[in-house]
T-cell receptor
């Protein structure tokens, strides 16, 4: 089944403890991206990648890192999480940057930082 | 910068009735795409319908249709014969065709409740 797989689905952590949210797609998509969803704000882009080793900042990149060493994987790294990073996170992919249809989303990761 | 606005935080409708969710957007681009996503309690983001800006004909997918008014920059979603399974958060989204194509810009969302 074609899908984007995110792990974990839920995560509770403490301030300052490094964590990684994994994202993997099995559709050979070039484009991948991370979004965070907050009430009243919709979804906002954190980082995106147009291909292996090509990443760039989205609208809210502060406090996050990403890497794209393989085409299928695009992990999101929070090196020193803070409570304002408590949010619902989505990974998404698309065949390429300008594919004229919507993205395929993962099932989301609910992160709580205490 | 492109923006998307959903002015109805919550809507409710009786089962089997029709409901329209509003969305407006702001862009100076002529080439772009618009989408409606559904997010049920499972949190999954499900593409409901999409519209290419260059197409004058409104998109339709079964009970879901859009009213695309390009000059007014309006993109509303109509759900006919509402069903209990339609209850969800609905997001309107925009993607530029060229400049700014690297992201979807989302509205704030509208929570739709279906009353039995």
């Amino acid at each position: 089944e074609a899908q984007v797989t995110q792990n974990p689905r839920y995560l509770i952590t403490v301030t300052g403890k490094k964590l990684t949210v994994t994202c993997s797609q099995n559709m050979n998509h070039e484009y991948m991206s991370w979004y965070r969803q907050d009430p009243g704000l919709g979804l906002r882009q954190i980082y995106y990648s147009m291909n292996v080793e090509v990443t760039d900042k989205g609208d809210v990149p502060e406090g996050y890192k990403v890497s794209r060493k393989e085409k299928r994987n695009f992990p999101l790294i929070l090196e020193s999480p803070s409570p304002n990073q408590t949010s619902l996170y989505f990974c998404a992919s698309s065949p390429h940057l300008r594919a004229n249809y919507g993205y395929t989303f993962g099932s989301g990761t609910r992160l709580t930082v205490v | 910068a492109q923006t998307v606005t959903q002015s109805q935080p919550e809507m409710s409708v009786q089962e089997a009735e029709t409901v329209t969710l509003s969305c407006t957007y702001d862009t100076s681009e002529s080439d772009y795409y618009l989408f409606w996503y559904k997010q049920p309690p499972s949190r999954q983001m499900i593409l409901v319908i999409r519209q290419e800006a260059y197409k004058q004909q409104n998109a339709t997918e079964n009970r879901f249709s859009v009213n695309f008014q390009k000059a007014a920059k309006s993109f509303s979603l109509k759900i006919s014969d509402s069903q209990l399974g339609d209850a969800a958060m609905y997001f309107c989204a925009y993607r530029a065709g060229l400049q700014g194509a690297q992201k979807l810009v989302f509205g704030q969302g509208t929570r739709l409740t279906i009353n039995p």
